[in-house]
């Protein structure tokens, strides 16, 4: 049922390389969001967006852009990675806001 | 500072009995919840969500519990099943949000024995 996509799946990259993961979504949802997962921390948000262009921080945006140019794409770019990103990144959809998500299956990364 | 807290890493229950899964809040702004599971190399799925106008919300096997005055839900799982075995995180909104963001707990594994 893959209305939302992630890639690539898994990657490793060295410390102070640039890294961009890709979210796709065929669901024509408004809102996408980014989030990383670990361990004791659960799931916190990286940024959001509410339509085309319009993207903003959330909690951990630090290190972390995104763009959003297309309804379906919500791109995540670590500028230059360090050991403290290696974490696993999910993205999200929601069709309204507070509708709740359906998640991507997730993009683990880590910085060696 | 977590606004929405798990504190049970982990919760081993046999099969055929409750599982009971707790989640605290601070934010007293919160008003919709929701609680989604997690296998493995998976992304969360949805399982079940409850608003504040609201103590108690079933869905089959799953039961949310809402108690706004102690910033409190739990969820009981009953019968529990080998594949409930899962992580399971708790999540919290503000339905005035404009935006639509959720926290998160850092969730709660739960592992079914036969």
């Known amino acids: 049922d893959a209305g939302i996509t992630q890639s690539p799946r898994h990657k490793v990259t060295e410390t102070g390389t640039p890294v961009t993961l890709r979210c796709h979504q065929t669901e024509n949802h408004r809102y996408m969001y980014w989030y990383r997962q670990d361990p004791g921390h659960g799931l916190r948000l990286i940024h959001y967006?509410?339509?085309?262009?319009?993207?903003d921080k959330g909690e951990v945006s630090d290190g972390y852009s995104v763009s959003r140019s297309k309804t379906e794409d919500f791109l995540l770019t670590l500028e230059s990675a360090t050991s403290s990103q290696t974490s696993v990144y999910f993205c999200?959809?929601?069709?309204?806001?507070?509708?709740?998500?359906?998640f991507g299956s997730g993009t683990r990364l880590t910085v060696v | 500072d977590q606004q929405v807290k798990q504190n049970s890493p982990s919760l081993s229950v046999q099969e055929g009995r409750i599982s009971i899964l707790n989640c605290d809040y601070t934010n007293s702004m919160f008003d919709y919840f929701l609680w989604y599971k997690k296998y493995p190399a998976e992304g969360p799925t949805f399982l079940i969500s409850?608003?504040?106008?609201?103590d108690k919300n079933e869905d089959g096997r799953f039961t949310v519990f809402l108690n706004k005055s102690a910033k409190h839900l739990s969820l009981h799982i009953v019968p529990s099943q080998p594949g409930d075995s899962a992580v399971y995180f708790c999540?919290?909104?503000?339905?005035?949000?404009?935006?639509?963001?959720?926290?998160f707990g850092a969730g709660t594994q739960v592992v079914v024995t036969p």
């Open positions: 409850i608003s504040s106008i609201k």
């Open positions: 967006s509410y339509g085309v262009k319009d993207t």
């Open positions: 999200a959809i929601s069709a309204a806001a507070n509708y709740g998500y359906t």
């Open positions: 999540a919290a909104s503000e339905r005035t949000d404009s935006w639509g963001k959720f926290q």
